[in-house]
């Protein structure tokens, strides 16, 4: 063998040696990893993380069921149970996805731990990608959860007639949110300033958003304020998904979706880039 052919095997050796890392464009195993670990930390406490919002949700169900599910009132033409239950849904899956990505980033914050999200080998678009995949994660979970005990609930119908639209918009409001509790995690100093934007900003446009009303019953002022609130179109186009029906154009909605989901991890994954208020 010659001297060449021994120097291109041993640097051939060299590269492939064990316990070496190659990474080469996008470090899938560490994304995965970090997803994993991100999954595991809050199924790790399931019983508060994926259960308890599932009943806190249902109750929401029981009371309007209770109030005015039984007078024969209709919305869009089917009872109002079958109404509200999508809007319940989802407004469960997108406050729970917001809740995660707050509280994984920012418990590494307030704990000095956030070392070990910025010390392994990810990018910022890989970090960004495994924490928001994490929550919408969460969000599929506590929505699985609250459809099938809506399923067994009398006089409540949440079969879907369009899955595409429940698919979509239930990832991309999930997706919107945890990118959004990414951005308010960066943010934050201490969990008060977490809590106050989870208080004075998702919960009002979360509860505002036509989830438990429909366009057509309110003023046209009430109407358009509504039509600003980016969480009505995931609502109205989650909706459509389980009953044909929408209050807005589902073109509309989709493209709403995708410019915000865009627009909010582009902000995140500057922010991360630079290390605003996270590297020292």
Not at 46 to 68: E, G, K, M
Not at 259 to 267: I, M
Request: aromatic letters at 12%.
């Amino acid at each position: 063998m010659t001297q060449t052919n021994m120097q291109s095997t041993d640097s051939s050796l060299i590269r492939h040696e064990p316990g070496v890392p190659v990474i080469r464009n996008i470090n899938w195993a560490g994304m995965y990893a970090l997803y994993m670990k991100e999954v595991r930390r809050f199924m790790k406490v399931q019983l508060q993380t994926v259960w308890a919002p599932a009943l806190t949700t249902l109750l929401f169900l029981v009371i309007f069921t209770v109030a005015l599910g039984r007078g024969g009132l209709e919305v869009m033409g089917v009872p109002f149970a079958d109404f509200v239950a999508p809007g319940l849904i989802i407004m469960g899956m997108i406050q729970n996805s917001f809740q995660n990505s707050t509280s994984a980033l920012l418990a590494a914050k307030v704990g000095g731990t956030i070392v070990d999200y910025l010390m392994p080998p990810l990018s910022s678009g890989e970090l960004l990608l495994a924490l928001i995949a994490s929550s919408v994660t969460r969000s599929v979970f506590v929505g699985a959860a609250i459809w099938g005990a809506m399923l067994f609930w009398p006089g409540v119908h949440v079969m879907p007639h369009h899955l595409w639209a429940v698919i979509f918009f239930g990832l991309a409001g999930s997706a919107m949110l945890a990118s959004l509790g990414i951005l308010t995690a960066i943010w934050a100093e201490k969990f008060d300033h977490a809590a106050a934007v989870g208080n004075f900003l998702v919960a009002p446009l979360s509860l505002l958003s036509g989830t438990f009303y429909s366009m057509d019953h309110v003023s046209p002022i009430f109407r358009a304020i509504s039509h600003a609130n980016p969480f009505f179109y995931a609502i109205s186009g989650f909706r459509y998904g389980f009953l044909a029906e929408a209050d807005s154009p589902i073109l509309i909605g989709i493209l709403v979706m995708i410019g915000l989901n865009v627009a909010l991890a582009g902000v995140c994954y500057v922010a991360l880039k630079q290390g605003w208020k996270i590297k020292a």
